[in-house]
């Protein structure tokens, strides 16, 4: 694709329900990244996959946050038992193999009543 | 801890103005540096980058950053900015030694360039 593609863009959910974002790589780049951007912050690092597994997953605040790759490609950031204070701009990034220049995507505006 | 600090946070300036934002790191082994541009509505765009050699780089619409080892520094400038440059910036650092090139970023400096 032309770029790295988010969705929704928006989402608003409930306090306790769960939720699903969806990261769509940009062709061929095997490295995909998920950043958190709250209010008044820059982006910071939750987990990264290269290929299908997550090689780094310490970003992660709690267990209530999962991310999956199940094919290397398409990628889907689960968040359990929403809380207010998870509410916050998601970013999804990727790079080709052994590349340090990520790409980022628009991002989903997730808010949780 | 691996941190980036960007010292402005709200900048103003008039149009034809000279810009300086500045951004530091702690850490003192081996970093590629980064500046991100955030245009209102759009996403994060790659500006300009630093991973060896000249420590002056030049970057996309007349931005260069300077990168001083000595003082962790590596600070964007641009001789005369323009309205189209109002945006949020971005310095960013991937710290080499950990599991994964993760960027670690600073906390953004809003430009506005009045007319």
């Known amino acids: 694709g032309a770029g790295v593609s988010q969705t929704p863009s928006n989402k608003v959910t409930e306090k306790g329900k769960y939720v699903e974002l969806r990261c769509d790589p940009i062709s061929g780049h095997t490295a995909l990244y998920w950043y958190r951007q709250s209010l008044g912050q820059g982006p910071e690092f939750l987990i990264y996959f290269q290929g299908t597994g997550a090689a780094d997953d310490s970003g992660l605040p709690n267990d209530r946050f999962f991310a999956v790759r199940p094919e290397g490609s398409v990628s889907t950031l689960k968040i359990q038992r929403t809380e207010r204070g998870d509410s916050a701009v998601y970013l999804c990034a990727s790079s080709l193999m052994g590349s340090d220049i990520q790409y980022f995507g628009a991002g989903t505006r997730l808010s949780v009543l | 801890a691996q941190s980036v600090s960007q010292h402005n946070h709200h900048v103003i300036l008039s149009e034809a103005a000279s810009l300086e934002l500045g951004c530091n790191y702690s850490?003192?082994?081996?970093?590629?540096l980064f500046w991100y541009v955030q245009y209102p509505g759009q996403h994060l765009q790659l500006l300009l980058k630093?991973?060896?050699?000249?420590?002056l780089v030049k970057g996309i619409k007349g931005f260069e950053a300077e990168f001083i080892k000595s003082k962790f520094s590596f600070n964007l400038r641009k001789p005369s900015v323009q309205w189209s440059d109002t945006a949020e910036y971005f310095c960013?650092?991937?710290?080499?030694?950990?599991?994964?090139?993760?960027?670690?970023f600073g906390t953004g400096t809003l430009l506005a360039v009045q007319p």
């Open positions: 630093y991973f060896s050699g000249d420590p």
């Open positions: 960013a650092v991937i710290f080499y030694g950990g599991a994964t090139n993760k960027l670690i």
């Open positions: 850490y003192g082994g081996t970093v590629n």
